[in-house]
């Protein structure tokens, strides 16, 4: 079983559509959850980092964490085609000295037709 | 958010030539950075991870003699593919941490570098 879980899609959806994307994992130690974003031939670009279980918010984008279920969610409302892009999730343990290793799912891959 | 800066963003060589690959910190001190590589329509796979002024820590499999990395400064790590085979064609993406540890510890990405070996 990989550590992280995440449906490779391709996912297709309407503009203007609200848009969820999701991850499990398996090992409960994770503590800091990502989601990246990553356009064809570009390196992935930060949008949502947080820690703790519950929601957070930020423009059109809402990440979600549900550390009980082992289970993580981005929704995008109000899709526009240029969030068209491959989604990883990224996740990593507990503070611990020296720089840590995140471990990424697998990406979505996310289109929004006009 | 921090700037990470990949150059070149692709390079085409012949077999059997080394290509150098440089990744800065533009705004902050990288302490670690992270290589990784990436094959089309796939996730990311970790390299090295790479700390200034010591040896790079390689992720198995990975030959360290293949992929030589340097981390000679706080704001710039090299990797060097050298003896470059087709086999080694892939998109390569270095990343930087900012403040080590803990929530405030970042993890971002240069724009990435296509290898394409004829």
């Known amino acids: 079983q990989k550590e992280v879980e995440q449906d490779p899609g391709p996912l297709s959806v309407p503009e203007g559509a609200i848009v969820s994307l999701n991850c499990t994992y398996s090992?409960?130690?994770?503590?800091?959850f990502m989601w990246y974003r990553q356009y064809s031939r570009k390196g992935p670009e930060l949008l949502m980092y947080?820690?703790?279980?519950g929601n957070k918010e930020d423009g059109r984008f809402t990440a979600q964490v549900d550390k009980s279920s082992k289970y993580i969610s981005l929704f995008i409302r109000d899709s526009q085609p240029s969030d068209s892009a491959t989604y990883l999730c990224?996740?990593?343990?507990?503070?611990?000295?020296?720089?840590?290793?995140?471990?990424f799912g697998q990406g979505t891959r996310l289109t929004i037709n006009p | 958010g921090a700037v990470v800066s990949q150059h070149p963003s692709r390079v085409i060589c012949k077999s059997g030539t080394s290509v150098k690959i440089e990744c800065r910190s533009l705004?902050?001190?990288?302490?670690?950075m992270f290589w990784y590589r990436q094959f089309p329509k796939k996730s990311l796979m970790l390299m090295a991870t790479?700390?200034?002024?010591?040896?790079?820590?390689?992720e198995q499999g990975v030959e360290k003699d293949k992929f030589l990395i340097n981390h000679a400064s706080l704001t710039l790590s090299t990797l060097t593919v050298t003896s470059a085979h087709p086999e080694d064609s892939s998109f390569y993406i270095c990343?930087?941490?900012?403040?080590?540890?803990?929530?405030?510890?970042?993890?971002?990405f240069g724009s990435g570098t296509q290898l394409s070996v004829l």
């Open positions: 990343s930087a941490t900012t403040e080590r540890g803990g929530l405030n510890e970042k993890l971002f």
């Open positions: 090992n409960s130690a994770f503590q800091y």
């Open positions: 947080t820690y703790s279980s």
């Open positions: 990224a996740m990593k343990g507990p503070y611990a000295k020296g720089a840590q290793k995140l471990v």
């Open positions: 705004d902050f001190q990288a302490t670690t």
């Open positions: 790479s700390n200034e002024g010591s040896k790079a820590t390689y």
